[in-house]
């Protein structure tokens, strides 16, 4: 369609049309097939020196979706390293970066790992081996960002801590006992050396503010030093000594002016005072012994961790979202359990409408006017109909449900005689069927049991709309 357009005092000659309509059919996808992405849900393609592989989501039982390898040579023959990405993991798993030569695996999570794990890279998943854990710091209460972990050290990072705590290091000497593996509880390592640094706290004074505090555990020494003021260029330091002189009781440590040696940048008076350094001590005490705990407890922690991710990896449990039907098991058979319901409310209101008297009238003369003796025994003759088939259905029903209580025991029974020969997956698709039946038996009960309750309040509706039908009501007043 061409039009005149007026621009600038000057007619212009529009020169746009209108498009003939397409001749080809609208493209249907199923949600299937676009899920499925490629023939059989699988696609390589293969690169210089690297491969790349994908896979539809729920294809793979662990979730893997994608794998990138790369290789030394053009044969694609000496693996360098991989990566694996994840779907839809109920641990959060996203990513696997695999380095074939230096034997280095790095896994990265999405938020939500019960650990609040979000990359850990390790050699070997055995304790007490080199290893770094990173934290989404949110997530955990201890404000923990990352964990460091050798043989015989332990390194962690801190952040947004109400003590001002960043940075733990803890050096371990040898077991006095080899045990076996995992006996961090039963034996743990003994600690030779805690090193602590903590952020400025600025309700403090500098000089009074620990920035770094070392606990020398053999020797039974402590070290502070404090953060340094804005306009100094040193800062103040101070080493306890303890010494094992104690009471008789032997619960009170005797202080001497030897245990305390300080480095002071002002030299205040109450610092001098042996009652200020002994109760300084005796706190300092008292943070070494929950420092020390606080180590333990990082070392149960990283073997809970292990342990959970074998768990993860044996396990690789996948989500299915409750809008997946076709995967959800327990959505399909919530849906279907809700269609059946509405389908038997349909048939309630079917039946409701229908005239039930038809059949009945049916066997009249045509036109004949009905009698009183008629009239009672076609409300009569209706009442027993609809009767008997509420008891038919009552009997279909807890047909059915003795007919799956009885399967369901000969599979038991067989599970029974069969157990010791059976596979993981023969084991499987027994409880997959326990499950399923357990469900339809526990629906036929409900259903049986409603029938019951509802089956004498119908037929006292259906005599009542028969005594109030306006083709007997003249005939059934007396019986009213």
Not at 2 to 27: N, T
Not at 124 to 147: C, H, N, W
């Amino acid at each position: 369609m061409v039009q005149a357009v007026l621009r600038g005092g000057k007619e212009e000659e529009d020169k746009s049309f209108d498009m003939p309509h397409s001749w080809v059919e609208q493209i249907e996808i199923s949600p299937e097939a676009f899920e499925t992405r490629c023939p059989n849900g699988k696609k390589v393609i293969q690169y210089k020196k690297a491969k790349v592989e994908k896979w539809s989501p729920y294809l793979n039982s662990n979730g893997l979706v994608c794998r990138l390898s790369t290789y030394e040579d053009l044969e694609c023959t000496k693996i360098l390293e991989v990566k694996e990405w994840y779907q839809n993991r109920e641990d959060m798993l996203e990513l696997k970066h695999i380095n074939k030569v230096t034997g280095l695996n790095i896994d990265y999570f999405k938020p939500g790992h019960p650990q609040a794990l979000r990359v850990h890279s390790y050699i070997s998943m055995q304790p007490e081996m080199d290893r770094t854990m990173e934290f989404y710091e949110r997530a955990r209460v201890d404000g923990l960002i990352k964990r460091e972990e050798t043989p015989k050290t332990m390194t962690e990072h801190y952040e947004g801590r109400t003590d001002f705590l960043s940075y733990r290091h803890v050096n371990f000497g040898p077991r006095v006992k080899k045990l076996a593996q995992n006996s961090a509880e039963s034996n743990p390592r003994p600690m030779v050396k805690i090193t602590e640094r903590f952020f400025r706290n600025p309700e403090k004074p500098a000089d009074e503010d620990v920035a770094e505090r070392v606990f020398l555990i053999p020797e039974e020494r402590i070290q502070l030093r404090y953060h340094c003021r804005d306009d100094h260029i040193t800062a103040s330091k101070r080493e306890f000594l303890r010494r094992t002189e104690v009471d008789n009781k032997g619960n009170k440590i005797i202080m001497t002016p030897d245990m305390c040696i300080s480095f002071e940048v002002e030299p205040m008076e109450h610092t001098k005072k042996l009652l200020y350094q002994y109760e300084a001590m005796m706190q300092l005490k008292n943070e070494e012994k929950l420092s020390k705990h606080q180590a333990w407890e990082s070392e149960l922690e990283v073997l809970e961790i292990l342990k959970l991710r074998e768990e993860e990896e044996e396990a690789h449990t996948l989500t299915i979202s409750i809008y997946d039907t076709k995967r959800n098991e327990k959505s399909k058979e919530y849906r279907e359990a809700m269609e059946r319901v509405m389908h038997e409310e349909h048939l309630r209101q079917v039946e409701a409408q229908l005239d039930y008297l038809a059949p009945f009238l049916a066997q009249l003369p045509p036109g004949e006017k009905l009698t009183r003796w008629q009239a009672v025994r076609l409300k009569d003759e209706c009442l027993n109909d609809f009767k008997q088939r509420l008891i038919d259905k009552a009997n279909l029903i807890q047909a059915r449900f003795e007919k799956e209580t009885q399967e369901l025991q000969k599979k038991q029974q067989w599970y029974q005689e069969n157990q010791v020969t059976l596979t993981t997956e023969d084991e499987d698709l027994y409880l997959s069927y326990c499950s399923q039946a357990m469900f339809r038996i526990r629906i036929l009960e409900q259903r049986l049991n409603r029938h019951k309750e509802l089956a004498p309040l119908k037929y006292l509706a259906l005599e009542e709309k028969l005594y109030k039908d306006p083709r007997l009501v003249e005939h059934l007043k007396v019986f009213g």
